[in-house]
Nanobody, 125 residues
Framework: QVQLVESGGGLVQAGGSLRLSCEAS????????MGWFRQAPGKEREFVAA????????YYADSVKGRFTISRDHAKNILYLQMNSLNPEDTAVYYC??????????????????WGQGTQVTVSS
């Protein structure tokens, strides 16, 4: 089992920045990749970013490319999402995710085995 706990959400004005953190515990060595999804009210959960736990391969949704940066601290088992130039369309609950299997899409919500409880990000105009 892998436990994921997000933090860092909040209210920010458009153009501002936030950094989300996700602390992983449990069988973290079994994680092949980790990432972030988000869900806005009335919308489906969507992929934001992902990173393979070994190596530097990162993946981003087109809507956040160039504004968001995903990174991880191996020693502390923490995943980060630096979010810059935020706009109201980024308002959502952000979920930290982890998957243990290889050879599957990192962009699909169905690929991920573990989910955090979510943290709210609200961007005011």
């Amino acid at each position: 089992q892998v436990q994921l706990v997000e933090s860092g959400g909040g209210l920010v004005q458009a153009g501002g920045s936030l950094r989300l953190s996700c602390e992983a515990s449990g069988r973290t060595f079994s994680s092949y990749a980790m990432g972030w999804f988000r869900q806005a009210p009335g919308k489906e959960r969507e992929f934001v970013a992902a990173i393979k736990w070994s190596g530097d391969n990162t993946y981003y949704a087109d809507s956040v490319k160039g504004r968001f940066t995903i990174s991880r601290d191996h020693a502390k088992n923490i995943l980060y999402l630096q979010m810059n130039s935020l706009n109201p369309e980024d308002t959502a609950v952000y979920y930290c995710v982890a998957l243990t299997r290889t050879g599957i899409s990192l962009l699909s919500v169905r690929s991920y085995d573990y989910w955090g409880q979510g943290t709210q990000v609200t961007v005011s105009s």
